[in-house]
Nanobody, 121 residues
Framework: HVQLVESGGGSVQARGSLRPSCAVS????????MGWFRQAPGQGREGVAAIGGDGSTNYLEDVQGRFIISRENGKNTLYLQMNSLEPEDTAMYYC????????????????WGQGTQVTVS
């Protein structure tokens, strides 16, 4: 069983930065794909960024150039450096693990965290 726990969300002003993290425990592998998703009130969930075991990444177009996803396999931790934040980035952010392909548009992500709130004003 895999558990994911997010932290590091918060409230910031526009153009500020945050760096949420996700601690992963359990039966994990550095080969797994890891990703960040978000869901704003009244909207569907959308993939934000994903990173494979080989370090390859892909991003939602709206965050390209502002957000950076990274992972520390030795610490089983996933990060999302969020810069130049905009009010439209306000959402609950979730981390997830997928066994297999590694694109934010892939379905059937296997494990999910409980989320961390990001609010930009």
């Amino acid at each position: 069983h895999v558990q994911l726990v997010e932290s590091g969300g918060g409230s910031v002003q526009a153009r500020g930065s945050l760096r949420p993290s996700c601690a992963v425990s359990g039966d994990t592998s550095s080969r797994y794909c890891m990703g960040w998703f978000r869901q704003a009130p009244g909207q569907g969930r959308e993939g934000v960024a994903a990173i494979g075991g080989d370090g390859s990444t892909n991003y939602l177009e709206d965050v390209q150039g502002r957000f950076i996803i990274s992972r520390e396999n030795g610490k089983n931790t996933l990060y999302l450096q969020m810069n130049s934040l905009e009010p439209e980035d306000t959402a609950m952010y979730y981390c997830a693990v997928r066994v297999g392909g590694c694109r934010i548009y892939d379905d059937d992500w296997n494990y999910w965290g409980q989320g961390t709130q990001v609010t930009v004003s």
